[in-house]
Nanobody
């Protein structure tokens, strides 16, 4: 069982940046995968990025590749998502999650531990 708490969301202008944090508690093993998902109002939840707890094997969706960066600070038990060159289309609630299912790490249904979410709003 892992507890997750997201923070760092806010209101920014298009082209700006934000850094989201996900603080984890409980025992986490190196083979766990951490995922960032987002859900816009009236839309389905979609994958943004994943990373293994050991810090390797990163994945990004096509819509954010080259603009967002996922990383981990093991000493702080925290996973980060750096959001650069933000667009209005990035507006959503962003969620952090954890799974041991490497074979299903791109599927939200494989994640059993979720944070409460943090809101990102990008103005035109």
């Amino acid at each position: 069982q892992v507890q997750l708490v997201e923070s760092g969301g806010g209101l920014v202008q298009a082209g700006g940046s934000l850094r989201l944090s996900c603080a984890a508690s409980g025992r986490i093993y190196s083979y766990y995968y951490m995922g960032w998902f987002r859900q816009a109002l009236g839309k389905e939840r979609e994958l943004v990025a994943t990373i293994r707890w050991s810090g390797d094997n990163t994945y990004y969706s096509d819509s954010v590749k080259g603009r967002f960066t996922i990383s981990i600070d093991n000493a702080k038990n925290t996973v980060y998502l750096q959001l650069n060159r933000l667009k209005p289309e990035d507006t959503a609630t962003y969620y952090c999650a954890a799974t041991w299912r490497v074979d299903r790490r791109l599927d939200y249904s494989a994640y059993g531990d979720w944070g409460q979410g943090t809101q990102v709003t990008v103005s035109s």
